[in-house]
C-alpha cells in the first residue's frame, strides 16, 4: 500500500523553527519529485517547496523563502522542511505530495499552528 505519512507539527511561538517529516511507504520516493504545500482554513492549499529527485533543484514560494528549507534522504525514503522564524500566516495543515509522470500521491497532513 504506497503511504505518505507526515509528522512533526505543532504548536510553535513566533520565531520559533519546526522540521516536518515525511515518510514514504510502499514505493521509493527517490524517482519522484517531492513537495510541500499547505491549507490554511478558508484558503485553497498552496505550494510551498519542492525539491527534484535527485535533490539537485529546489523552489519555493515567496513568501517563505529565506525562512524554509526542503531537503530529502533518498536512503531512508524521507523528505523533510525546516521551518524557521515562523510566522502566525504560516499557520495550516502541511501536506507532503509525491509526483512522477502521472503518478501523484499526498500525505494526510500535519498541523502547524504560529501562536504566542
Known amino acids: 500500500q504506497v503511504q505518505l505519512v507526515e509528522s512533526g507539527g505543532g504548536l510553535v511561538q513566533p520565531g520559533g523553527s519546526l522540521r516536518l517529516s515525511c515518510v514514504g511507504s510502499?514505493?521509493?520516493?527517490?524517482?519522484?519529485?517531492m513537495s510541500w504545500y499547505r491549507q490554511a482554513p478558508e484558503k485553497e492549499r498552496e505550494s510551498v517547496a519542492a525539491?527534484?529527485?535527485?535533490?539537485?533543484?529546489?523552489n519555493y514560494a515567496d513568501s517563505v523563502k529565506g525562512r524554509f528549507t526542503i531537503s530529502r534522504d533518498n536512503v531512508k525514503n524521507t523528505v523533510y522542511l525546516q521551518m524557521n522564524s515562523l510566522k502566525p500566516e504560516d499557520t495550516a495543515v502541511y501536506y507532503c505530495?509525491?509526483?512522477?509522470?502521472?503518478?501523484?500521491?499526498w500525505g494526510q497532513g500535519t498541523q502547524v499552528t504560529v501562536s504566542s
Open positions: 525539491i527534484s529527485s535527485a535533490g539537485s533543484i529546489t
Open positions: 505530495k509525491a509526483r512522477r509522470r502521472a503518478s501523484e500521491f
Open positions: 510502499g514505493f521509493t520516493i527517490r524517482d519522484y519529485t
